[in-house]
């Protein structure tokens, strides 16, 4: 139990453009999802944290601008990487609270490419 | 500030070595000690969750303690397939986010 879904697992784009990336809590109602960052051999950081029908809360040094987050449903949050830039290249991770003996589960990750 | 420190970075075992890897941390307030195991390219995938000072929890070849201070992850006689990164991780943040470390990567050798 308690499987988030994230969808892509890659995907390259062009210097730009927008890119979105979906969570879908499968098999629980996830009201908070965790949005961190992973950059090579460094640990997850933490970019924002959304709530269902509210406005996502970044952490300091984020573009909200650029990182949108929606949250409009209790199964789904998504991530849009807008006018991304090569910087912007990174794996991003999901992560919704869910049972006591599971902790958080997270997502598999989106590679994000951006040439 | 809540930290999260892991030792070893990289750690390298023959098959059937046993070892241990640590984590220590300065969270005012521990709300869970938890140790994930990550594959390349993919989410971290649970392991344990530890509450309070003395708890122990075992999965397989692994065993997670807790201290005060820090939290171990032994693993005994590890086999090729236990190779991975192991994130040790508390629940301290500001949002009830959990705080990383870095992250120890384990190599197994057959």
């Known amino acids: 139990g308690a499987v988030v879904s994230q969808h892509p697992s890659r995907v390259i784009c062009k210097s730009g453009t927008s890119v979105k990336i979906e969570c879908r809590s499968l098999?629980?109602?996830?009201?908070?999802m965790f949005w961190y960052r992973q950059f090579p051999k460094q640990s997850l950081m933490l970019m924002a944290t959304?709530?269902?029908?509210?406005?996502?809360?970044?952490e300091q040094g984020v573009e909200k601008d650029k990182f949108l987050i929606n949250h409009a449903s209790l199964t789904l949050s998504t991530l849009t990487v807008t006018s991304a830039h090569p910087e912007d290249s990174s794996f991003y991770i999901c992560?919704?609270?869910?049972?006591?003996?599971?902790?958080?589960?997270f997502g598999s990750g989106t590679r994000l490419t951006v040439v | 500030e809540d930290q999260v420190t892991q030792s070893p970075e990289a750690l390298r075992l023959q098959e059937g070595e046993s070892s241990s890897l640590n984590c220590s941390y300065t969270?005012?307030?521990?709300?869970?000690l938890f140790w994930y195991r990550q594959d390349p390219g993919k989410g971290p995938e649970f392991l344990f969750t530890?509450?309070?000072a003395g708890e122990e929890k075992e999965k397989e070849r692994l065993k997670a303690t807790l201290t005060k201070k820090e939290s171990f992850l032994h693993i005994t006689a590890p086999k090729p397939e236990d190779s991975a990164t192991y994130l040790c991780?508390?629940?301290?943040?500001?949002?009830?986010?959990?705080?990383f470390g870095k992250g120890t990567k384990l190599s197994v050798k057959p």
């Open positions: 992560s919704a609270p869910a049972t006591v003996n599971y902790g958080y589960t």
């Open positions: 098999d629980f109602q996830a009201t908070t």
């Open positions: 959304s709530n269902e029908g509210s406005k996502a809360t970044y």
């Open positions: 969270v005012s307030g521990l709300r869970g």
């Open positions: 530890l509450y309070s």
């Open positions: 991780a508390s629940r301290g943040g500001s949002q009830g986010n959990l705080i």
